[in-house]
Structures are given as structure tokens and as C-alpha cells.
């Protein structure tokens, strides 16, 4: 299958700061990906869809000024959580889908966010 | 906006009993898909159902697709301790991106 990688793995920062999470399509173009973000002992949610070359489109109640989703290329996509407060500590989790409806979706290992 | 319910949300089995997850959709989906995550991990495909109806097995594991593209279910013969994890359904929306709505989780603890 398809192999995603994330970096970084895990990131502490402090609050306020800036934290930039790297989701890269290692063997396929991805012209679509998904952010995810789980909270411990719950499901994934979905934040944001993003296409290649165009604006990611938001889940309700996602602050598209607080987590920037920048998808420049087939193979990169990034989420920059702006202004990082204790409550977005998460595990932040990118997925990639490919030109088919009836392509699986591969997620990538994930980003353990700890804001101090 | 679409749901995904999963239940039962936690199951504990003594190793040899059998564990079924149940998972319904608020809206039809175009697929379906079953992922197993382990504390600390990423979410892992098992496997994807396209087809109403359509019932799929990977040796000890059952899966099933409804008629009506709303619901699935997962089911593990006699499982071993290292069927522990949790377990998600995720349903492909009829939508937009087709995205993908992952389900509650079932958690399923196995004792020896």
C-alpha cells in the first residue's frame, strides 16, 4: 500500500508558538488529504479537506485561521496550528486519497502535539 | 452533519469468546471501511466494502456491508490477545471530497 510519513513524530511547545506538521505522499500522487485530529480515547475527526493547488475546506466548528493547511504539491501537504494553546494538544493525523472513489485511504503515523 | 455510531464503545472477552462491533450511519455511504488502531498507534486498514451487501472475511475476522449502505458490522471468531485495540468503521460520504467519517470506536479488551 501506499506509505505516509509525518513529521515530526512529536512535538512539545510552548503556548503561543507556532507548530508546523509535515504530511508527505511517499510513492503516489495525493490529490487529496485529510487532517485528522483525536483526542485520547476518542474517534478521529476530521478538520479539513485539502486539494492540490486550492483552498482546504473546513469542518464546522475548525478555526481555518488557527490551523493553516497549506497543500502546495501532489506530495506535501502541512498544518500549521498558529497561536498553540494547552487545549490543542492532540494526535494530529494526515491521510491521503488517491483519483478513485474506491481508492483506500492510507493514514500516516501521526503527529503527537503537547502544548505546555 | 453525518454521524457515525459505533456500539458497543467497550467489550471485554475472555481469549476463545467471539466480539461483534457494530457500526450505523446517519446517511448512505459509498463505502465503507474498518480500521484497528492500537494505544499509541495510527489507524490501520483492515479492509473496504463497496457493495450493498457484500460480506467479506480475512481469516478469523467477518465483515458485512448492509443493504441499505447504512450499517456494517465486524466479527472476531474466537479471539486472541492480539485482537486488542480499538476498532473503527469509517463511512465514505455521498459528498463533495468523499470524505471520510470515522465511526465512535469499539474497544476491545481480550483477557488470556
Known amino acids: 500500500g501506499a506509505v505516509v510519513s509525518q513529521h515530526p513524530s512529536r512535538v512539545i511547545c510552548k503556548s503561543g508558538t507556532s507548530v508546523k506538521i509535515e504530511c508527505r505522499s511517499l510513492?503516489?500522487?495525493?490529490?487529496?488529504m485529510f487532517w485528522y485530529r483525536q483526542f485520547p480515547k476518542q474517534s478521529l475527526m476530521l478538520m479539513a479537506t485539502?486539494?492540490?493547488?486550492?483552498?482546504?475546506?473546513?469542518e464546522q466548528g475548525v478555526e481555518k485561521d488557527k490551523f493553516l493547511i497549506n497543500h502546495a504539491s501532489l506530495t506535501l501537504s502541512t498544518l500549521t496550528v498558529t497561536s498553540a494553546h494547552p487545549e490543542d494538544s492532540s494526535f494530529y493525523i494526515c491521510?491521503?486519497?488517491?483519483?478513485?472513489?474506491?481508492?483506500?485511504?492510507?493514514f500516516g503515523p501521526g503527529t503527537r502535539l503537547t502544548v505546555l | 452533519g453525518q454521524q457515525v455510531m459505533q456500539i458497543p464503545q467497550y467489550q471485554h472477552v475472555q481469549e476463545g469468546e467471539d466480539f461483534t462491533t457494530y457500526c450505523n450511519s446517519s446517511?448512505?455511504?459509498?463505502?465503507i471501511q474498518w480500521y484497528k488502531q492500537r494505544p499509541g498507534g495510527h489507524p490501520v486498514f483492515l479492509i473496504q466494502?463497496?457493495?450493498?451487501?457484500e460480506v467479506k472475511k480475512q481469516k478469523r475476522l467477518t465483515f458485512q456491508f448492509g443493504e441499505a449502505k447504512k450499517n456494517s458490522s465486524l466479527h472476531i471468531t474466537a479471539t486472541q490477545t492480539t485482537d486488542v485495540g480499538t476498532y473503527f468503521c469509517?463511512?465514505?460520504?455521498?459528498?463533495?471530497?468523499?470524505?471520510?467519517?470515522f465511526g465512535t470506536g469499539t474497544r476491545l479488551l481480550v483477557s488470556p
Open positions: 446517511t448512505t455511504l459509498s463505502n
Open positions: 469509517a463511512g465514505r460520504m455521498n459528498t463533495g471530497f468523499q470524505k471520510l467519517v
Open positions: 466494502l463497496v457493495k450493498s451487501g
Open positions: 485539502s486539494n492540490e493547488g486550492s483552498k482546504a475546506t473546513y
Open positions: 491521510s491521503t486519497l488517491g483519483l478513485s472513489v474506491s481508492d483506500t485511504q492510507y
Open positions: 510513492d503516489f500522487q495525493a490529490t487529496t
